[in-house]
């Protein structure tokens, strides 16, 4: 089960990636503000903990989960403040929460097995 909320955090993890590359570069955004410092904005962040996520760190999974509540704000902030229903935020929201939930399943399951084979 451990494996299993280690992939689903992977996957939401690659999902808000891919969303948000796709809304920074598809998005209709204003010409004030270059698309490229958006990417580095948005994606940075990101790439931080992509290494002990990939290699199943728990300390990792943790602080990926705090991380993640500054991607579910901003996707909250944008889902109320976009004009009708915007794809993009929602995804944000989704692929955020999730890879917050999984993080942490993740770890309270990895913490559990470690303590079963220390016995």
Known sequence: MTLFYKRLAL?????LMISLTCWITLGQHSDNYPTSAWLIIALIPLL?????????KPYTHA???????????HGIGEVYSAPGFDL???????FSSTTF????????????NVKQHSK
């Open 11 to 15: 996957f939401s993890f690659f999902g």
């Open 48 to 56: 931080f903990p992509l290494r002990g996520l990939l290699h199943g």
């Open 63 to 73: 602080w990926t989960g705090f991380l993640m509540l500054l991607y579910f704000a």
């Open 88 to 94: 993009y935020a929602s995804l944000e929201v989704l």
């Open 101 to 112: 939930i999984a993080s942490i399943l993740f770890i309270r399951l990895n913490a559990k």
